[in-house]
C-alpha cells in the first residue's frame, strides 16, 4: 500500500498591491514639483531668449530724455516685489450676432505667463489671440471657431517683448440669429525675482549694444551735418557779402538811373525848342 500523492501548492501570480494613499499623494506632488520645475526652466529659457534679442523701439530711441528706455530696461522693481497673480473674469458676457468682443490684457513685465480657460453657452464662437506692440502685431492664437460650448478651451504662454495688449478675441460675425455668451478667466502670473534680476542685465546689454551702434551712427551723420552746416554758413557769408556790395552798386545805379533820366527829359526838352526856333524863326524876327 502506497501513501496518496501529495498535493502541490501551486503560487498563482497576483497584481501587484495597490500604493497607499500616503504614496499616491506622495508620487503626486513628485511629478507636480517636476512638472513646476520643467515649466520654470522653460520659461527662464524662453524669457533668457527674448530678453537676450530684445532691442529697443524707434520710440525709445527717439525719446528726448534716457527715462523711457531706462525704465523699460529696469522692468518691475525687485524692491518689496511679491510676483502676485492677477486674474480677470467674467461671466456669460453677450457678444451679439454679426457682433465681436475684445478683451485686452496690458503685461508689462517681459515673462510673465498667461493662462486661460473660455467657456460659452450652447453655441461655439471664433476665438483668437495677438499681442500688439508698437512695432505691430503678432498672432499668438490664429483665430477660428472652437467648440466651447462642449468643453473648456484653454492656454498658457509666455510674453516676452514687452510693454504689449494681450488681445482676447471673441468673434461672433459669422452668425446671422444667435446671440453668443462668454465666459472666460485669463491670469497673468508675473516673471519671479531671479527672472527679473537676470532679465534687467540682459536686456541692459542688449540696450547697450543698440545704443552703442546707435552712436557710432549718430556721430558720422553729425559730422557730415557739422560740415554741411559749415558749408552752408560759409556760402551765406559770402553771398551776404556779395549782397552788401550789390546794394551798394544797386545805389549807385539808381543815383546815376536818375540822373540821366533828368538829363534825357532835358534834352529832349531842348530838342524840341531848337527844332521849333528852326521851322519858325524866333519871336523877335518877325
Not at 137 to 154: K, Y
Not at 179 to 204: D, F, H, Q, W
Not at 218 to 227: I, N, P, S, V
Amino acid at each position: 500500500m502506497t501513501d496518496p500523492p501529495t498535493a502541490t501548492a501551486t503560487a498563482t501570480a497576483t497584481d501587484a498591491e495597490e500604493p497607499s494613499p500616503a504614496a499616491a499623494a506622495a508620487a503626486a506632488e513628485e511629478a507636480a514639483r517636476r512638472q513646476t520645475e520643467m515649466e520654470a526652466k522653460a520659461i527662464a529659457e524662453a524669457t533668457a531668449s527674448a530678453d537676450a534679442s530684445y532691442v529697443p523701439t524707434p520710440s525709445l530711441l527717439n525719446a528726448a530724455t534716457a527715462a523711457p528706455l531706462l525704465k523699460q530696461v529696469d522692468g518691475p522693481t525687485v524692491k518689496g516685489y511679491t510676483g502676485k497673480e492677477s486674474t480677470y473674469v467674467a461671466k456669460k458676457v453677450p457678444v451679439p450676432l454679426r457682433g465681436r468682443l475684445d478683451v485686452p490684457i496690458h503685461i508689462s513685465s517681459g515673462g510673465s505667463v498667461v493662462s486661460y480657460e473660455i467657456i460659452t453657452v450652447d453655441y461655439d464662437i471664433s476665438f483668437g489671440i495677438t499681442a500688439e506692440r508698437e512695432e505691430g502685431v503678432t498672432v499668438v492664437t490664429e483665430a477660428a471657431r472652437v467648440n466651447s460650448h462642449q468643453e473648456p478651451i484653454t492656454g498658457k504662454f509666455l510674453v516676452g517683448s514687452v510693454p504689449c495688449a494681450i488681445v482676447f478675441s471673441f468673434d461672433n460675425e459669422y452668425s446671422w440669429f444667435k446671440e453668443k455668451l462668454v465666459t472666460y478667466r485669463i491670469s497673468v502670473r508675473p516673471p519671479s525675482r531671479e527672472n527679473i534680476v537676470a532679465g534687467r542685465r540682459r536686456r541692459a546689454k542688449a540696450a547697450l549694444r543698440a545704443v552703442t551702434d546707435d552712436v557710432s551712427s549718430a556721430e558720422k551723420r553729425l559730422e557730415r551735418a557739422t560740415q554741411q552746416r559749415t558749408a552752408l554758413a560759409t556760402d551765406i557769408a559770402r553771398m551776404e557779402k556779395e549782397l552788401a556790395e550789390k546794394k551798394k552798386s544797386l545805389d549807385v545805379a539808381q543815383k546815376e538811373e536818375g540822373w540821366l533820366k533828368d538829363r534825357v527829359k532835358l534834352r529832349q526838352l531842348q530838342q524840341t525848342e531848337l527844332r521849333k526856333r528852326l521851322d519858325d524863326g524866333w519871336d523877335d524876327e518877325s
